[in-house]
């Protein structure tokens, strides 16, 4: 059975090599200039963090990030992930850990597109969420990570965002890398360790993402 210290080495490489793959551009335009604030707000996590979501996204999910570039409208809008032809929305009044956690996790729906075969019964955001909270983790902690879970969870919506991170959580990470690549198969990619990897510890994160 794959546990985190089997794939702590190659998650490390992962993250070490994809510095060198080219960083897709985010375009956050301001929907009024009374949200141009918000959009300073957002272009400054990314010009921060950037580099460091997509490494995560593309290291738990074993799949490059298919787009060069990303529109991104910031304003009152509910945020979604967009369409292909579509940028994405970003709630201009999210504070500052919220538009971080969302810009994320709109990201990460774009990146998930290109499994266009899905397993039966695991919906679009079931099946981001048998990666995200890694990745929010990779980037921010995990205290970052399971304050992020608790207030999506909170939600109220059409769509019951409790009962799918609660779906999540309780599998365990080997059931959440099972699942994977049970979906990568699915979409003829090749099978991935990372997966099974607890989040990367602060100091082997960064010292992976140093020169």
Known sequence: MLNAKTVLVPFV??????TAHAQPT??????????????RAYRSIWERDGTRIITALEARTCMRFPETSVGALVGDNVSDSGGPEHPMSLRASYDLDV??????????????????QRLDEVDGHRTLYLILESVWADVW???????RVHGESSWQASYDYASAWAWARALTIDQRGVLWNRLLTLNAKPYCST????????AERQ????P
């Open 13 to 18: 490489a992962w993250l070490a090599a994809a």
């Open 195 to 202: 997966i099974y990897a607890a989040p990367t510890p602060p």
């Open 207 to 210: 010292a992976a993402l140093t």
């Open 141 to 147: 902690g995990d205290g970052f990570a399971a304050a």
């Open 99 to 116: 538009k971080r956690a969302t810009l994320v996790h709109e990201l990460g729906h774009r990146h998930l597109w290109q499994l266009t």
């Open 26 to 39: 985010v375009d956050f335009i301001a929907s009024t200039a009374a949200h141009e604030s918000a959009a």
